[in-house]
């Protein structure tokens, strides 16, 4: 635990409309001590996902926060990337525009960092994974006892036992470096996976919206600005008058373990064909009688339930009440 019994966490992330309102959750978690932050490609390139936690940590008023810049091509150096800017805009935030953060990332790699942070930290360190798992797959090639010296690994990715939300088989992370994934959940870190069907239970309404626009609270004002293209993205998309938490849900669970249910079995990733990406859970009940792909690999736990109305009614708090 870090200072004062806090757990102190690692934000692996590519802000992110979502991720921007997980990112104030987490800084205004009193239980943690967010101790960095590492940048990748998913809703924006890592540039700009560097660009965007440089400048939520000045919104915040934490520049003390080191960024770390991420890995800019997959784990296998693909350079044609899946990036969502459709959903959270050209620039992430909304397309607001805002101006440069004066921040900068520090000359380390993620991975470097990773490595680095678990071991002056050894079994202490929660990192929370909101984007494509390449940095921590990196991490892992770096150091390869960087499983056992991780505390834990929170990861938004997934979609366990429902469609994804690419395409029917798989989810935006982990189908963003299929390879990466498959690396960091066969390692034998200790992994909670926070899947789309868990994120898509957890939403955060039209009145949601009207409280924080009525909210006083730095947070909430700078989401007002920045929540507009998301919900329409969800109206069209989904026709649902609210948004998914995907991201601040992976980060309650970092917090607060104890409001989700989670079922322990080994999780294979897909990585060739239509299913590239698919997230295929084996609970090791069954004994096969031939080996498999799933056969001796280490198991992780995935969540099967969530008390959505106490999720959001935390991230409602964490917001508002600044």
Same mark, same amino acid.
């Given at each position: 635990?870090?200072?004062?019994?806090?757990?102190?966490?690692?934000?692996?992330?590519?802000?992110?409309?979502?991720?921007?309102?997980?990112?104030?959750?987490?800084? !205004?978690?009193? %239980? $943690?001590?967010?101790?960095?932050?590492?940048?990748?490609?998913?809703?924006?390139?890592?540039?700009?996902?560097?660009?965007?936690?440089?400048?939520? #940590?000045?919104? *915040?008023?934490?520049?003390?926060?080191?960024?770390?810049?991420?890995?800019?091509?997959?784990?296998?150096?693909?350079? =044609?990337?899946?990036?969502?800017?459709?959903?959270?805009?050209?620039?992430? &935030?909304?397309?607001?525009?805002?101006?440069?953060?004066?921040?900068?990332?520090?000359?380390?790699?993620? @991975?470097?960092?990773?490595?680095?942070?678990? !071991? #002056?930290?050894?079994?202490?360190?929660?990192?929370? @994974?909101?984007?494509?798992?390449?940095?921590?797959? #990196?991490?892992?090639? %770096?150091?390869?006892?960087?499983?056992?010296?991780?505390?834990?690994?929170? /990861?938004?990715?997934?979609?366990?036992?429902?469609?994804?939300?690419?395409?029917?088989?798989?989810?935006?992370?982990?189908?963003?470096?299929?390879?990466? *994934?498959?690396?960091?959940?066969?390692?034998?870190?200790? $992994?909670?996976? /926070?899947?789309?069907? /868990?994120?898509?239970?957890?939403?955060?309404?039209?009145?949601?919206?009207?409280?924080?626009?009525?909210? !006083?609270?730095?947070?909430?004002?700078?989401?007002?600005? $920045?929540?507009?293209?998301?919900?329409?993205?969800?109206?069209?998309?989904?026709?649902?008058?609210?948004?998914?938490?995907?991201?601040?849900?992976?980060?309650?669970? *970092?917090?607060?373990?104890? #409001?989700?249910?989670?079922?322990?079995?080994?999780?294979?990733?897909?990585?060739?064909?239509?299913?590239?990406?698919?997230?295929?859970?084996?609970?090791? =009940?069954?004994?096969?009688? %031939?080996?498999?792909?799933?056969?001796?690999?280490?198991?992780?736990?995935?969540?099967?339930?969530?008390?959505?109305?106490?999720?959001?009614? &935390?991230?409602?708090?964490?917001?508002?009440?600044?």
């Amino acid at each position: 635990m870090g200072e004062a019994g806090k757990k102190k966490v690692i934000i692996d992330t590519d802000p992110g409309i979502d991720d921007a309102m997980a990112i104030f959750v987490a800084l !205004n978690s009193p %239980e $943690i001590e967010v101790i960095g932050m590492t940048t990748i490609y998913g809703n924006v390139y890592t540039t700009l996902a560097t660009r965007n936690a440089l400048h939520l #940590l000045e919104v *915040a008023g934490r520049c003390d926060v080191p960024v770390a810049e991420g890995s800019h091509v997959t784990l296998m150096k693909t350079t =044609k990337l899946r990036i969502a800017s459709f959903v959270h805009g050209t620039d992430g &935030l909304g397309n607001q525009n805002f101006p440069p953060p004066n921040g900068q990332p520090i000359g380390q790699s993620a @991975a470097s960092f990773l490595v680095e942070q678990a !071991n #002056l930290y050894p079994g202490e360190v929660t990192v929370v @994974a909101l984007g494509p798992l390449t940095n921590l797959a #990196l991490a892992i090639e %770096e150091d390869p006892d960087f499983p056992k010296k991780v505390g834990q690994i929170v /990861i938004l990715g997934g979609a366990f036992w429902v469609n994804g939300n690419v395409n029917p088989a798989s989810e935006a992370n982990i189908f963003g470096d299929p390879e990466a *994934a498959d690396v960091v959940f066969t390692c034998g870190a200790d $992994i909670l996976a /926070i899947g789309i069907n /868990i994120t898509h239970q957890v939403i955060l309404k039209d009145a949601d919206l009207e409280k924080i626009e009525k909210s !006083n609270s730095k947070f909430a004002q700078y989401l007002c600005k $920045i929540l507009g293209l998301y919900f329409s993205y969800h109206r069209e998309a989904y026709h649902i008058n609210g948004v998914y938490l995907h991201d601040p849900t992976t980060v309650i669970a *970092a917090i607060n373990p104890s #409001l989700l249910t989670y079922m322990e079995g080994v999780v294979r990733v897909q990585t060739s064909g239509i299913t590239r990406g698919l997230t295929v859970f084996d609970n090791t =009940k069954k004994r096969y009688p %031939e080996m498999t792909p799933w056969t001796g690999k280490p198991k992780i736990k995935v969540a099967v339930t969530v008390d959505a109305p106490a999720v959001v009614q &935390l991230v409602m708090d964490r917001l508002i009440n600044t």
